[in-house]
């Protein structure tokens, strides 16, 4: 089982609201990975966590406000976005962290931000 | 540091045509290079890798093979189906402290009946 799960897999909110995107795998890889994709462009890395703590947060803004609950699941928490934080939100994990082993995606969540 | 560079797209060629996307990467260390695939709407899906000079991954009749001396992951395929049209990323990933996967701009194939 290779898979990683996101949810939900569309998401349209209102500059004012408060929502959460969800990850989740069960492959045992110890860092997961959130990124964001605009269109026609490759994934942009946010936030890396190895073994359940943050790691590295390439200067996002404090309105993408990530957590690690346990070493299967990833949610990044939205507050206050701004219509150019519409984009694809991917997920990812790999086996280890500070190693060159291969990421996994998820299918990713569509957010709106009207 | 680490970069990636993939032909310029999109490319279109008709059913049963002999494919090839040019990738070339700048790394410091031992990469290990990756081809991912994503079609409309949807995420990533791993399509290849290899993790040594002279690797050959192979998957769903797509080849790459690292080449070292020239710095290039080449992807191929004999015969392009019309189920092949999507985007194409050439990517890397280094060993030691830094973590993150580096992409090239991707390559949009699109294959016609």
């Known amino acids: 089982d290779t898979e990683v799960t996101q949810t939900p897999k569309h998401l349209v909110m209102g500059m004012t609201n408060k929502k959460s995107l969800k990850c989740e795998q069960h492959?045992?890889?110890?860092?997961m990975y959130w990124y964001k994709q605009k269109a026609k462009k490759p994934p942009e890395l946010m936030f890396v966590?190895?073994?359940?703590?943050?790691?590295i947060n390439e200067s996002v803004p404090s309105r993408f406000s990530p957590e690690c609950p346990n070493s299967s699941l990833l949610n990044l928490h939205l507050h206050a976005l701004q219509p150019e934080d519409s984009a694809l939100y991917l997920c990812?994990?790999?086996?280890?962290?500070?190693?060159?082993?291969?990421?996994?995606f998820g299918q990713g969540t569509r957010l709106t931000v009207v | 540091g680490d970069s990636v560079t993939q032909m310029e797209g999109p490319v279109t060629l008709s059913e049963e045509a002999f494919l090839t996307i040019n990738c070339t990467y700048t790394?410091?260390?031992?990469?290990?290079l990756f081809w991912y695939v994503q079609y409309p709407g949807e995420g990533l899906q791993l399509l290849l890798k290899a993790t040594k000079a002279d690797d050959k991954g192979s998957n769903k009749g797509f080849e790459a093979t690292y080449r070292k001396e020239t710095t290039s992951f080449h992807l191929e395929k004999g015969s392009v189906q019309v189920s092949d049209s999507a985007v194409y990323f050439c990517a890397l990933r280094n060993s030691g402290g830094y973590q993150k996967v580096t992409f090239g701009t991707g390559t949009k194939l699109q294959v016609i009946p």
């Open positions: 990812a994990s790999s086996q280890e962290p500070n190693t060159n082993t291969e990421a996994f």
């Open positions: 790394a410091t260390g031992y990469p290990s």
């Open positions: 966590y190895s073994y359940e703590k943050l790691s």
């Open positions: 492959m045992g890889h110890r860092a």
